[in-house]
Nanobody, 119 residues
Framework: QVQLVESGGGLVQAGDSLRLSCAASGRTRDIFRMGWFRQAPGKSRDFVVD????????NYADSVKDRFTISKDNAKNTVNLQMNSLKPEDTALYYC????????????WGQGTQVTVSS
């Protein structure tokens, strides 16, 4: 089992930047991929970005491409999400997630950190 703790959320204005962090603990050697998802009020949880824990390959949702950047630090078992040029529609609860080996989907989730972007 992998435990995930997010940090870095907050209230910002449109156009500002914010950096989220996620610290993994537990069976981190089983991590295959890590990612960020977000859920706005009354909406489903959406994919934002993920990164291969070994080779660093990434996938971004079109809505955040060129504005958000994911990075990882394998030694510290952390993954970060740099969010630039934030928009009000980026307002959501952001979740960190991990996909471990032998699993078909993301199977470990953090509690979420709130990001609110005012116009």
């Amino acid at each position: 089992q992998v435990q995930l703790v997010e940090s870095g959320g907050g209230l910002v204005q449109a156009g500002d930047s914010l950096r989220l962090s996620c610290a993994a603990s537990g069976r981190t050697r089983d991590i295959f991929r890590m990612g960020w998802f977000r859920q706005a009020p009354g909406k489903s949880r959406d994919f934002v970005v993920d990164i291969d824990w070994s080779n660093g390959s990434t996938n971004y949702a079109d809505s955040v491409k060129d504005r958000f950047t994911i990075s990882k630090d394998n030694a510290k078992n952390t993954v970060n999400l740099q969010m630039n040029s934030l928009k009000p529609e980026d307002t959501a609860l952001y979740y960190c997630a991990a996909k471990t080996i032998h699993k078909s989907g993301f199977d470990s989730w953090g509690q979420g950190t709130q990001v609110t972007v005012s116009s």
